[in-house]
């Protein structure tokens, strides 16, 4: 039984320093395919959300609602590089 927690915890850890790497491998590569300071534009809008003392689940519903924003006005308008 107690092998058998440590194997769980183990395991449990290998998730996370792989959920960690690819987090930071992802924010690396966002900041080499778009626009430099992708990455800060993204912890300004975190650091917005946590301002509003949201919910996670209400932070997600908004960046839900915006997302569809930007996509709804991308049928309309033109932003800065899209041409």
């Known amino acids: 039984m107690e092998k058998e927690?440590?194997?769980?915890?183990?395991a449990l850890e290998r998730v996370k320093d792989r959920?960690?790497?690819?987090?930071?491998?992802?924010?690396?590569?966002?900041n080499e395919i778009f626009a430099?300071?992708?990455?800060?534009l993204?912890?300004?809008?975190?650091?917005?959300?946590?301002?509003?003392?949201?919910t996670y689940e209400e932070a997600y519903a908004v960046l839900q609602l915006a997302y569809r924003q930007l996509k709804y006005e991308s049928n309309f308008l033109i932003l800065k590089g899209d041409r």
Request: proline share 3%; aromatic share 12%; net charge negative.
């Open 19 to 30: 959920y960690l790497k690819d987090f930071k491998r992802e924010v690396s590569v966002a």
């Open 42 to 54: 993204a912890d300004e809008i975190v650091t917005l959300l946590k301002t509003k003392e949201l």
């Open 5 to 10: 927690i440590k194997d769980d915890y183990f």
């Open 36 to 40: 430099p300071g992708t990455d800060a």
